[in-house]
C-alpha cells in the first residue's frame, strides 16, 4: 500500500459525459501528479501540482481538467467523454517539487479504471 | 520529438541470471531518469532514481547506469528470481518536473 488514495476504482459512464476523479496524496506529500495509462499509449503525464499551484503540465487535453484543494487532495475533471478516454488513471505523489534535490521518489495510488461506452 | 525506447517488448531469462533493460531517448534533456516496476492492474513502483550528474546507482540487486552521452540507461537485476517478472518503465523527468515514460518493458524470470 503506497499510502495513495484513489476513488472510485471503477468508473462506467456514456460518451459526452463528465466524471471526476479523486486522489488523495500521501499524508506530508505536496505534489500531486495525474497520469493517463491506455493500452496503445502506455503512461501519459497529464498535470503536475504543488502546494495547491499547477506546476508542469503534459499531454492533457482541454476537455480535462485537475485541481488540488486546500488540504492537498486532488480531482481530475474529464468532461464531454470519448470512447478513447477509456483508460486507467492513475495519481501519484511525492514530498517536495519535482527536480527539487530530495526528490527521490513517486508513489502511485491503485488507479481508477474509467470505461466510458 | 522527444522519443523513448525500451527494448524488447519482452525479455525471458533464467533464474538466477542477470536481467538487463534498456532505456534509449532522443530529443531530450533530463534533469533525471527513474525506473519503476508494474504489476498488471497495479500502479507503478518506485525502484530508483538517477541525476544527469550521477554515472550509477545501486539498491540491493538493482543497478542502474545513465551516459548522457549516449542517451541511454541500463537497469540491471542481478540474480533474478520468479518474483521479479513485471512490466519495467524508464521515466525522464525535464527541469520542470514533467516526466515522460517509456512503454516498458516485460520481463520474465523462468525457474
Known amino acids: 500500500d503506497s499510502g495513495v488514495t484513489q476513488t472510485p476504482k471503477h468508473l462506467i459512464t456514456a460518451t459526452g459525459q463528465r466524471v471526476t476523479l479523486r486522489c488523495s496524496p500521501r499524508?506530508?506529500?505536496?505534489?500531486v501528479y495525474w497520469y493517463q495509462q491506455s493500452l496503445d499509449q502506455g503512461l501519459q503525464f497529464l498535470i503536475h501540482?504543488?502546494?495547491?499551484?499547477?506546476?508542469a503540465k503534459g499531454n492533457i487535453l482541454e476537455r480535462f481538467s485537475a485541481q488540488q484543494f486546500p488540504d492537498l487532495h486532488s480531482e481530475l475533471n474529464l468532461s464531454s467523454l470519448e470512447l478513447g478516454d477509456s483508460a486507467l488513471y492513475f495519481c501519484?505523489?511525492?514530498?517536495?517539487?519535482?527536480?527539487?534535490?530530495?526528490?527521490?521518489?513517486?508513489?502511485f495510488g491503485p488507479g481508477t479504471r474509467l470505461t466510458v461506452l | 520529438s522527444q522519443k523513448i525506447e525500451q527494448n524488447s517488448e519482452a525479455l525471458n531469462i533464467q533464474e538466477g541470471k542477470t536481467a538487463t533493460l534498456t532505456c534509449n531517448y532522443t530529443?531530450?534533456?533530463?534533469?533525471?531518469l527513474q525506473w519503476y516496476r508494474q504489476d498488471p492492474g497495479r500502479g507503478p513502483v518506485f525502484l530508483l532514481l538517477i541525476r544527469e550528474n550521477e554515472k550509477e546507482k545501486r539498491k540491493e540487486r538493482l543497478k542502474v547506469t545513465f551516459d548522457t552521452t549516449l542517451k541511454q540507461s541500463l537497469f540491471h537485476i542481478t540474480a533474478s528470481q520468479p518474483a521479479d517478472s513485471a512490466t519495467y518503465l524508464c521515466?525522464?523527468?525535464?527541469?520542470?518536473?514533467?516526466?515522460?515514460f517509456g512503454d516498458g518493458t516485460t520481463l520474465t524470470v523462468k525457474p
Open positions: 521515466a525522464l523527468v525535464d527541469g520542470a518536473g514533467k516526466s515522460t
Open positions: 501540482y504543488y502546494n495547491g499551484e499547477e506546476r
Open positions: 499524508s506530508g506529500d505536496l505534489s
Open positions: 501519484a505523489s511525492s514530498v517536495k517539487l519535482a527536480g527539487e534535490v530530495g526528490t527521490d521518489t513517486q508513489y
Open positions: 530529443n531530450y534533456s533530463p534533469a533525471y
